[in-house]
């Protein structure tokens, strides 16, 4: 048996996350094996720790340590105001902005034929849901701008049609973006909405 195995074990599970090669895992465990007593022993015990608290959020599916996640339970949150996103990342993305106040709706993905995920797989049926049973006024379809997920968002609107103000967020142009090195389409979706100045 290898005196590395255990050591090359880790570098290919840390290979398999999102952002990290095999060069990059490398490093990685180097770096936490030289600083075992900072960082590895510490990561190692979270890691544990998370592996068996972390759970969805039975509600909105949001990734927590409850049934129900802070969000879900905070009465601040009770704006009439839900946003709906494809993933868990895309909701962390929104509460980074510190911006919006209201509740959320995870739906895990988008729809698609090709992969046989339609609304039964995703949470759509649970958004009609709480559409009917909390006091929600207006819902944001807070979705990718890919195909799949304008096909997903539509597919939502044309269930929610007549039951809730439906908006989206606005696409086109970032902050400090230059036009000249934007795509066709973003330019093409900016003139669309665009605003009065």
């Known amino acids: 048996m290898s005196?590395?195995?255990?050591?090359d074990d880790l570098i290919e599970l840390m290979a398999k996350l999102p952002g990290l090669?095999?060069?990059?895992a490398r490093r990685a465990v180097l770096h936490l094996i030289r600083k075992r007593a900072l960082y590895l022993i510490p990561l190692a015990d979270t890691l544990q720790q998370v592996?068996?608290?972390?759970?969805?959020?039975l509600n909105c599916g949001n990734v927590g340590t409850a049934d129900?996640?802070?969000i879900c339970q905070s009465e601040k949150r009770e704006t009439g105001e839900m946003c709906v996103v494809e993933d868990v990342a895309d909701l962390w993305a929104m509460e980074r902005t510190l911006v919006f106040k209201g509740r959320y709706?995870?739906?895990g993905g988008t729809l698609s034929a090709l992969d046989a995920i339609?609304?039964?797989e995703l949470r759509i049926p649970k958004l009609i849901d709480r559409i009917k049973n909390e006091n929600i006024s207006e819902?944001?379809?807070a979705l990718s701008a890919t195909i799949a997920s304008q096909t997903t968002a539509h597919y939502i609107a044309d269930q929610l049609s007549g039951r809730v103000k439906i908006t989206s967020l606005a696409q086109g142009v970032p902050i400090g973006g230059e036009l000249d090195y934007l795509d066709d389409g973003t330019i093409s979706a900016a003139l669309k909405a665009r605003n009065s100045f």
Do not use: F, M, N, Y
């Open 105 to 107: 709706h995870v739906l």
């Open 118 to 120: 339609g609304p039964e």
């Open 68 to 70: 129900v996640c802070d």
């Open 51 to 57: 592996a068996q608290t972390a759970r969805e959020c």
């Open 21 to 24: 090669g095999p060069r990059s």
């Open 3 to 7: 005196s590395t195995k255990d050591i």
């Open 139 to 141: 819902v944001i379809l």
